[in-house]
């Protein structure tokens, strides 16, 4: 009796560890296919990232450069900070109406 409680204490110890074996090769498993699912995700977000710029870079190599200038200046704006007020001292007010009233390509620049 004494040594039949043994052996089914020497198998179940067996059996647990072998359970566990099974426990730890699935979850190694899992891990694996996990990773390499993130690395494909990564690929393919990094793909698409740079179809996405080398479009960005086409449509504006193709552009003509005042729109450049003007989607540049739109953006720049987009940014600033929000200006609430502005004062012009008499001095820089004149020399602006100045430059307003000569003609294009006139003299005095």
């Known amino acids: 009796l004494v040594e039949q409680r043994g052996i089914n204490t020497r198998r179940e110890a067996e059996e647990r560890a072998a359970a566990d074996g099974v426990r ?3 979850e190694a498993a899992r ?3 996990l990773a390499h ?3 494909e995700a990564e690929r393919e977000t990094g793909a698409a990232r740079a179809e ?3 479009a960005w870079l086409r449509v504006h190599g193709e552009a003509d450069p005042s729109t450049l ?3 540049a200046a739109t953006r720049l704006a ?3 900070p929000r200006i609430e007020s502005i004062t012009l001292s008499p001095d820089v ?3 602006l109406l100045a430059r307003l009233g000569r003609p294009q390509g006139g003299a005095g620049s």
């Open 78 to 80: 987009e940014n600033l």
């Open 93 to 95: 007010l004149s020399g």
């Open 52 to 54: 996405a710029q080398a």
């Open 24 to 26: 730890t090769e699935a």
């Open 31 to 33: 891990k694996v296919r």
């Open 69 to 71: 200038h003007a989607m």
């Open 37 to 39: 699912a993130d690395a």
